[in-house]
């Protein structure tokens, strides 16, 4: 019989955790671990954050335990570590921490993102695992000249993508952590509520509601949009933790590793006192994982809009330009419209929605320009991983809108 490692998942309830979760302890067959703890500051009955109607029946499984622990607090971290009787020391980590909304403040993105990463990954070296995967969400933006390597330039999107690269820079410096990166493209698929692929469905549906063609104020060029589904993060997370366990991490960044340059921009001392100083080399295996769609605004804006009867077009120049010209304006009547028509749906649903967690507001990120134009290459190379869901299909988008309306989080207006 195979060796199953017992694992921690800490924090990601909120984006990918609860993938991961089933993925390992699947509610039909075998599980892959020996014990699956998951640590987030979310409490789960009664559920405080979104977790989707399939989420409780994992937590019921004999190989897994929740808890509810505030990892931002040191003290805690020692006793997180330490398995229930029976169970031996956890053997591989997957650290999905960190604030993933971009209007909270820069010191709470710092602690929430920062500040917490290091105390996870400090601790995990001291308990010797032998695999921590962390997951670094698209908060950054790449050439738009074909897909980019993990060697190629990355640059940070904004202030939450500068602290989320930071932190790439202050894990790949713990000393003895046993690191990989992973770095996907912008994640969907079912009970996934989070970014831009989810916020691009509903407010797709409105339009389809409208009867009118849903449009983008950016031009028709290549933007690169990469899609991943969630079911191949949690698989190329658990290719990435097989794959370093036996190696450690010398010989995994000899294989795989990348040079993490720094991007913080403070001239002197920087905003986190966990920041690395900016001339201290950090390297760590990074691995790309998107899928083989190599999907753009255009194909993402057409494939979900076709779910709704509707279609993906793009404003004029002069439209957009205008509305670049007063942007802030234009994005609060944009919202407000949505907003408007989604509870006005949401009103009119036969069954009604009792289950009201999707939400048609746009913030600054999910209406930007994104360049997101990442190879999957060394994912397949090095790690061996067979991408799941290879392709961005309609079908897919229509499952994810199936799922909600079963579980009631989506308006029926048939």
Not at 62 to 81: G, W
Not at 92 to 115: P, Q
Not at 322 to 330: A, C, G, S
């Amino acid at each position: 019989m195979a060796h199953k490692p017992s694992v921690i998942i800490f924090g990601g309830l909120n984006t990918c955790s609860r993938a991961l979760a089933s993925y390992l302890v699947p509610l039909d067959g075998e599980p892959l671990v020996s014990h699956l703890r998951i640590i987030d500051k979310y409490s789960v009955v009664p559920a405080t954050t979104y977790i989707g109607s399939e989420f409780p029946s994992i937590l019921q499984k004999p190989e897994v335990e929740y808890r509810q622990v505030n990892l931002t607090v040191p003290d805690k971290l020692p006793s997180v570590f330490e398995p229930p009787a029976g169970i031996p020391p956890y053997e591989y980590v997957f650290d999905f921490t960190g604030e993933v909304w971009g209007d909270r403040s820069e010191e709470i993105l710092i602690s929430l993102t920062c500040h917490t990463a290091r105390l996870i990954g400090e601790e995990a070296a001291r308990q010797k695992v032998k695999a921590y995967v962390r997951i670094h969400h698209p908060y950054y933006k790449t050439s738009a000249k074909g897909p980019q390597d993990e060697k190629s330039e990355v640059l940070p999107w904004s202030v939450i993508g500068t602290w989320w690269h930071e932190t790439l820079r202050i894990l790949g410096a713990i000393e003895g952590l046993n690191l990989v990166v992973l770095r996907p493209g912008f994640v969907y698929g079912p009970y996934t509520n989070y970014g831009i692929i989810a916020s691009a469905i509903v407010v797709a549906s409105i339009y389809g509601y409208l009867k009118k063609p849903m449009k983008s104020m950016w031009s028709p060029g290549k933007n690169p949009t990469n899609t991943v589904h969630i079911e191949d993060v949690a698989g190329a997370a658990w290719a990435a933790a097989n794959w370093i366990a036996p190696l450690g991490r010398q010989a995994a960044n000899e294989k795989a590793g990348v040079e993490i340059p720094s991007h913080d921009p403070q001239t002197d001392s920087s905003k986190s006192p966990d920041s690395v100083p900016k001339t201290q080399k950090v390297v760590a295996p990074i691995f790309n994982v998107t899928d083989d769609a190599n999907s753009t605004l255009l194909s993402v804006g057409q494939v979900v809009t076709s779910v709704f009867g509707t279609t993906f077009e793009f404003f004029n120049f002069v439209e957009s330009t205008l509305m670049k010209f007063v942007e802030d304006d234009h994005v609060e009547e944009v919202n407000d419209l949505h907003v408007t028509k989604w509870a006005e749906m949401t009103a009119k649903s036969n069954p009604p929605t009792t289950n009201q967690h999707l939400s048609a507001y746009m913030d600054k990120y999910a209406l930007d320009k994104h360049n997101v134009s990442l190879s999957n290459a060394k994912l397949k190379n090095i790690l061996g991983y067979n991408l799941r869901r290879p392709t961005f299909s309609r079908e897919a988008i229509a499952d994810i809108v199936e799922k909600w309306k079963e579980e009631k989080s989506w308006p029926q207006l048939n």
